[in-house]
């Protein structure tokens, strides 16, 4: 398969991965206002939960849902969107680098062990651990290297300064949420610079728009990424 085929392939991966994502908010949301619709009319229940034991009635699970759904769906998906660009990024790069492999830096200077040369069954298997290794430390580094790192090597043009800036605030609201329960702090300020949405100790949100717009900017990113790409392969 040609490396054309390869980021096509990966790209429609990508985008049928977003709209699952989407569509699974969407019908989530859907199936709380419908709750909500028929509570309102009459409808009386309990349920249970086996794992933890609480028992909620139809009322009370009514005035749980304005929770579940701004903050523990909106914050699933949110950090949903941004793994799943993570994983198609760095997908892309590490296609990228199989067929051009000239391209890692600093060969030279990053030697690979003599125990993975004799264990490794072929030359393509020893080029994938070098790969790997080189991308994994790269996940460590913040969004404007990676996609510095990606223009060093394939020159795409891709994405505008802007568009990395406001993922860059995007990742860093996931690692918030992820790490320190959603509480803003001073890494979460310096990460996000002049788009940073909260202060200091505030509890960081994902309302409806500011979700809808990073779902938006990933698809068109991944988009101008792939076109690029392709063009250049």
Known sequence: MSLVEEIQNLSDRFQTDLRAAHDYHHHTRLAWRL?????????????????TGSIVDAERLLALSAEYE??????????????????????????WLTTYPA???????????????IEAPDRASILQTVIDRELNALKYERPSAWFRYLNERVKLGVPTDEQVERFTEAKAS????????????????????RLARYAIGQRLEIPEPYLHDAWDGIRSMAGDLVASAVARA
């Open 174 to 193: 996931r690692d918030i949420l992820a790490h320190n329960r959603g509480v803003v702090n001073a890494t979460y300020l310096e990460k996000s610079g």
């Open 103 to 117: 391209g890692i830096p600093n060969k030279d200077r990053k030697p690979v062990d003599l125990a993975t040369v």
């Open 35 to 51: 709750l909500r619709s028929q509570t309102r009319r009459g409808l009386r229940f309990a349920v249970r939960n086996p794992v």
């Open 70 to 95: 701004s903050v523990f769906l909106n914050e699933s998906l949110f950090q949903h969107l941004i793994a799943l660009f993570e994983d198609f990024l760095f997908e892309l790069l590490r296609l």
